[in-house]
């Protein structure tokens, strides 16, 4: 297997070097990549919609379509995670632990055993991996608001910088990744449960495509954003600039939703009780 | 674009992959994607590709290196090759 | 011998790209873990996306957020100046993508592990011919 793979992956090799000699030099201005559609989005992006970053404006409104159904198989992928994983929870099978909170003691309970333990001084463990650090949990406790401070600026700021829905929503889903890996799943899903990761990608796709059929039902044509002109006091061309804005928080609520689903989903196995 | 440093990159992310791909330690390989993403951002930052660098930052570098953690952890580290 | 070396300085890029490739390729192909399998198909990806980008760089060009501001004149915007936006906005959406289908693929390792107790390729083959 090892030397027919070689072979297949030299031939591929050969042939796409042998391709290589037709391209244009690395960097040429005048490559046929760059000489169609791209010199007129660049040269109209400020004048016809408002927002300096060409790769945003190209991105919602040029080419919105597209990053509609993009956003869509994002969805799909979420969903089909949790088809594939998610189990029904069981009611605590295996011997769990508890950790007083104040001496940091762990207590094990065996399976059938019952106990009851006043739940304000005791808090949960994970029965498999159990490391506390006090210095990790804060410092992660305090960076959190920024994080997703920080994210919802890319999002809102992808007009003038470099950012938009996508990173901004990535930035958001991990800042709550970053919330279950220091602390515990248990904590992540008390923050932003189940249900909540999973209505905000369908929620953000509703919001993209919502705001296609408005404009379709304003008279204008679908993800025409202009139309939004005759709802807001703003002109043609800043109506364009707010209808991207609409469908960057789309994208990055859809984006936040999926990861924060399929990371759940991932490291708990499906199960939703305890993981990373 | 400055070729040096370009030039640099690629290698590094040349090796990154080749050492994504031999280590005999699954969660050794996680780690060695997410430098080779990390490399790849890099590059994309050097080429002007802002915003695809910045997304790559976030989901290669961050997310897609916590998900084979996540993976790996529920599986084995163990492989044969 | 000039030509040559011209031929190297404008198309090295390229090359080492196909060289990621064919790294990411023989993972799928050789490799016995899934897990390792999952890794060249991303490597095998991001060298892909990589070739796209690199064709919207221009030489001597500045990256696509079109200079603006109060004082700036309202002048005619110049194509050259900017770098090809559209590569990077079909792969940045395919950026995003990428590491949805990473969930998915891993899941299914995750299933495939549980079940066969392996993720060695062989090992699981042999299993199922044993049933």
Same mark, same amino acid.
């Given at each position: 297997m090892k030397t027919l793979g070689l072979i297949i992956v030299g031939l591929v090799g050969a042939v796409l070097v042998s391709a290589t000699?037709?391209?244009?030099?690395?960097?040429? %201005?005048?490559?046929p990549a760059s000489l169609h559609v791209s010199p007129r989005y660049l040269e109209k992006t400020l004048e016809e919609t408002?927002? %300096?970053?060409a790769v945003t404006s190209v991105l919602a409104d040029y080419r919105g379509f597209d990053t509609m159904f993009e956003t869509t198989v994002i969805f799909c992928a979420g969903v089909a995670c949790f088809l594939l994983l998610r189990v029904p929870r069981r009611r605590l099978p295996r011997p769990r632990q508890y950790r007083h909170r104040l001496t940091g003691l762990t207590f094990r309970i065996k399976e059938g055993g019952e106990v009851f333990l006043p739940l304000r001084e005791f808090e949960p463990v994970d029965s498999i991996w159990t490391p506390h650090d006090f210095i990790i949990e804060k410092v992660c406790r305090y960076l959190i608001p920024f994080i997703q401070l920080f994210g919802l600026y890319v999002i809102a700021h992808g007009h003038h910088s470099p950012g938009g829905g996508f990173q901004g929503g990535v930035i958001l889903g991990a800042s709550i990744i970053l919330l279950s890996v220091s602390h515990s799943l248990r904590t992540a899903l008390k923050r932003m449960g189940e249900k909540i990761s999973a209505l905000f990608s369908p929620v953000g796709v509703f919001i993209f495509a919502g705001t296609g059929v408005l404009c379709l039902g304003l008279g204008y044509r679908f993800l025409d954003y202009q139309a939004l002109a005759t709802l807001l006091p703003v002109g043609p061309i800043m109506a364009r600039s707010y209808g991207i804005l609409l469908v960057e928080v789309g994208v990055g609520m859809a984006v936040m939703g999926t990861m924060v689903w399929i990371f759940k989903n991932l490291a708990s196995r499906g199960r939703y009780d305890e993981g990373l | 674009m400055i070729w040096q440093l370009d030039l640099l990159i690629l290698t590094l992310v040349v090796f990154c992959g080749i050492g994504a791909i031999m280590i005999r330690d699954l969660l050794g390989a996680a780690i060695l994607f997410g430098a080779y993403s990390f490399m790849m951002c890099l590059l994309w930052a050097i080429m002007g590709a802002v915003d695809v660098a910045f997304t790559e930052a976030s989901v290669g570098a961050g997310v897609s290196t916590v998900f084979f953690i996540a993976a790996v952890y529920h599986t084995t580290r163990r492989t044969k090759d | 011998m000039e030509e040559f070396l011209s031929l190297i300085i404008e198309k090295y890029n390229y090359w080492i790209y196909i060289t990621l490739m064919m790294i990411g390729l023989y993972a799928m192909i050789a490799k016995n873990n899934l897990v390792k399998k999952i890794v060249g198909m991303n490597i095998f990806q991001t060298a892909v996306i990589l070739f796209y980008v690199s064709t919207g760089v221009k030489k001597g060009a500045t990256i696509p957020i079109i200079e603006h501001g109060h004082d700036v004149a309202h002048q005619a915007v110049r194509a050259a100046d900017y770098i090809n936006p559209l590569p990077h906005v079909l792969m940045l959406t395919a950026i995003v993508v990428s590491v949805a289908t990473l969930g998915v693929a891993l899941a299914i390792a995750i299933k495939v592990y549980h079940r066969y107790l392996s993720l060695e390729e062989d090992e699981i083959l042999e299993q199922i011919r044993g049933l």
């Open positions: 000699v037709n391209f244009p030099p690395f960097g040429d %201005p005048e490559s408002a927002v %300096p970053n | - | -």
